[in-house]
């Protein structure tokens, strides 16, 4: 199976091309222009770098959020397009799944011992994260918008933290030097890493892909942001006043 796999959920954008799970070839973009212009110009780079068509490919795989509402929905409409043209059917992937695959763990604690927190930074204490188990990547905390200090709450109660039988957890993404600091405030006496600087890479994008090798058709695609963008809230707080205070 051939898949054109991107990612334009977060500041830097990407696209690759991989079949039955290999790497044809792939591009990180971190440029400091909008993913409407960098986006499409790195897919016909990895095309022609392929040497392939777009009736060649089997599919697209495409993060579907949550990140930058922006960024997901540039994602989503070239993707779709794309995909309607050529006739193919699209597999939507998790950002934050996407981003725990698109991490190594290097430390001397196994995978089968470790939680993992994939955390993108959504600003004012809040993050886009999960909970998963290191090894099979099983959901212990659902995909959402949480604040920081609840999720760590949340995720000092999950069974396998109580009990051991995950000893350490590493925090990966944007979110993690929030998490830190919610942590610390929390006074966790848990082993924990972050690795601030890690991001979602097409290798991430594809695993997550492959895995599920769910097809859908291009136009059943939808955005996951997990949370209303900021000029939803406003209109919410212009129509209704008084909830205003309990929205932020």
Known sequence: MRLLVCDTSNSNCSAGIFEDGKEICYELSFEKLTHSETFMPLVNRMMVKAGLKHEDLDGYAVTVGPGSFTGIRIGLAAVKGMALAAGKRCIAV??????????????????SETLIVPAIDARNNRVFAQAAEDDTLRSLLPEDAYDADELVAKIEKIPEIVYGARRQIIVVGSGATVMNKSFEKAGSGLNIYYA?????????VARAAFASSEFIDARDLKASYCAV???ERLRKAEADPKSSETDK
């Open 196 to 204: 601030p600087g890690a991001a979602i890479v097409p290798q991430g």
């Open 229 to 231: 963008s900021q000029a």
């Open 94 to 111: 998790s950002s934050t799944e996407a981003l725990a695959r698109s991490c190594e763990n290097v430390t001397m604690t196994p995978k």
